[in-house]
């Protein structure tokens, strides 16, 4: 009897955290702006399939962490963790899926979300805060396209050559980065690369092959994709 009184206290007990945990993310929901999403869309290059999402959160004291599918209609095409920091515009990026079929379209939907507010003790101004720890400097960048960047003209290959600096006073396990390649207003490739540790002061360069027949006009964008909010990312000073 007692074993069974004690399996169920503390079965309540775990429940009644669960659900306190439940309230609490939704007291601090109610207190935030939601994420605006923009519309999702898919690439497809060699009988594979890229999706590309985006998300802008517009306050100034929240991260939110979440699960985000890719679905086209009912179906989810690929999921996957994600975070967004605040006031932070970013792209969320699915690669080289293999699907059956072309999708109809395809959204990006967010599930499991969990608010955090920023703690104003630790991070008293957020702003400087993730400033001076994403302070990296993109130079040298070149786009080759099929025609000249020395891999094959017949099979379109692509190639973004660049080097990154960091130039923040912190060395990092790893910077992960998103690199969005548009021609005009449109994106026509992405692509992930991490670089792997980065020591403050460090130039690093960087090639990548994009299967993608990419034009003259090609633009790239890099960007950081690193949680700020882990205490994990920083490499220890010897």
Same mark, same amino acid.
């Given at each position: 009897?007692?074993?069974?009184?004690?399996? $169920?206290?503390?079965?309540?007990?775990?429940?009644?955290?669960?659900?306190?945990? #439940?309230?609490?993310?939704?007291?601090?929901?109610?207190?935030?702006? %939601?994420?605006?999403?923009?519309?999702? %869309?898919?690439?497809?290059?060699? *009988?594979?399939?890229?999706?590309? !999402?985006?998300?802008?959160?517009?306050?100034?004291?929240?991260?939110?962490?979440?699960?985000?599918?890719?679905?086209?209609?009912?179906?989810?095409?690929?999921?996957?963790? *994600?975070?967004? #920091?605040?006031?932070?515009?970013?792209?969320? $990026?699915?690669?080289?899926?293999?699907?059956?079929?072309?999708?109809?379209?395809?959204?990006?939907?967010?599930?499991?979300?969990?608010?955090?507010?920023?703690?104003?003790?630790?991070?008293?101004?957020?702003?400087?805060?993730?400033?001076?720890? #994403?302070?990296?400097?993109?130079?040298?960048?070149?786009?080759?396209?099929?025609?000249?960047? *020395?891999?094959?003209?017949?099979? !379109?290959?692509?190639?973004?050559?660049?080097?990154?600096?960091?130039?923040?006073?912190?060395?990092?396990?790893?910077?992960?980065?998103?690199?969005?390649?548009?021609?005009?207003?449109?994106?026509?490739?992405?692509?992930?690369?991490?670089?792997? %540790?980065?020591?403050? *002061?460090?130039?690093?360069?960087?090639?990548?092959?994009?299967?993608?027949?990419?034009?003259?006009?090609?633009?790239?964008?890099?960007?950081?994709?690193?949680?700020?909010?882990?205490?994990?990312?920083?490499?220890?000073?010897?």
């Amino acid at each position: 009897k007692y074993y069974l009184k004690d399996r $169920l206290d503390s079965k309540q007990a775990l429940n009644s955290l669960v659900q306190n945990q #439940l309230d609490g993310n939704v007291r601090l929901r109610s207190s935030a702006s %939601q994420l605006s999403e923009h519309q999702a %869309q898919y690439i497809s290059s060699n *009988g594979k399939y890229d999706f590309i !999402g985006k998300l802008t959160n517009p306050n100034n004291n929240f991260s939110v962490a979440f699960t985000y599918c890719f679905v086209d209609g009912q179906t989810d095409l690929a999921c996957a963790q *994600g975070f967004i #920091l605040p006031e932070e515009v970013k792209y969320f $990026l699915s690669l080289g899926n293999s699907l059956k079929q072309s999708p109809n379209s395809i959204r990006m939907e967010l599930r499991d979300i969990m608010w955090s507010r920023i703690d104003l003790h630790r991070y008293p101004d957020w702003k400087n805060f993730a400033a001076s720890r #994403l302070n990296f400097s993109v130079a040298d960048e070149t786009i080759k396209t099929a025609d000249n960047s *020395g891999i094959s003209e017949k099979v !379109g290959l692509s190639v973004l050559e660049f080097t990154i600096t960091n130039n923040t006073a912190y060395s990092y396990w790893e910077l992960p980065l998103n690199i969005i390649i548009t021609e005009g207003s449109s994106i026509v490739a992405a692509n992930k690369y991490t670089i792997p %540790q980065f020591r403050t *002061g460090q130039k690093r360069s960087v090639k990548l092959v994009f299967p993608e027949r990419l034009s003259g006009s090609a633009r790239a964008t890099i960007i950081p994709d690193i949680n700020l909010n882990r205490d994990d990312i920083y490499m220890k000073i010897e």
